[in-house]
C-alpha cells in the first residue's frame, strides 16, 4: 500500500486451490474463492489441472473480468513445473473473493482443480 513502509508486513508463500466438477458440456458461472481474512492474497501465478478441455474467465475481486473473454485453459492454466504467471499480480484483500466462470468442452465428466500461486501478506501494524 502506498505511504507504508515495507516493513510494516510479513509475508509468506502461499497457495489456494479450487475443485470443481464439470459434467459434459456444464458451464458454472461465478464458481467463488474465498481468501483467508486474515491476510491480503498477491496472486502471482495460476496452475491447474483437468480430465479434459474446457474454458475459463477469472472475475477479479473488483467485479471486472481479467479477461475480455473465456480462454481455454491450454493458453491460461500453467503446470506445476510452469505455471502461467499473472502480469501484474493481483492483490485480493483479506477476505476478498475471486469468482471463476468454468466451461467444459470436452463433451464428458471433467474434474478442474486450480492452484492460485502467490504470497500471503500479513499487516504487522
Known amino acids: ?15 489456494y486451490v479450487l475443485d470443481v466438477s464439470l459434467s459434459g458440456n456444464q458451464e458454472r458461472l461465478d464458481v467463488p474463492l ?18 479434459g478441455a474446457y474454458q475459463i474467465r477469472v472475475r477479479l475481486p ?8 473465456a480462454v ?8 506445476a513445473q510452469f505455471p502461467v504467471p499473472i502480469i501484474p499480480t493481483v492483490t485480493v484483500p483479506p477476505g476478498g473473493r475471486l469468482g471463476f466462470d468454468l466451461k467444459d468442452l470436452s463433451g464428458q465428466s471433467n474434474t478442474v482443480q486450480l492452484v492460485l500461486l502467490g504470497r500471503r501478506r500479513y499487516r504487522l501494524s
Open 72 to 79: 481455454r485453459n491450454a493458453n491460461a492454466v500453467g503446470s
Open 62 to 69: 473488483n467485479g471486472r473480468y481479467m479477461s475480455n473473454a
Open 1 to 15: 500500500m502506498l505511504g507504508q513502509s515495507p516493513s510494516a508486513y510479513y509475508e509468506e508463500p502461499a497457495a
Open 34 to 51: 474465498f481468501t483467508d481474512s486474515d491476510s491480503e492474497f498477491i496472486l502471482e501465478a495460476l496452475a491447474g489441472t483437468s480430465t
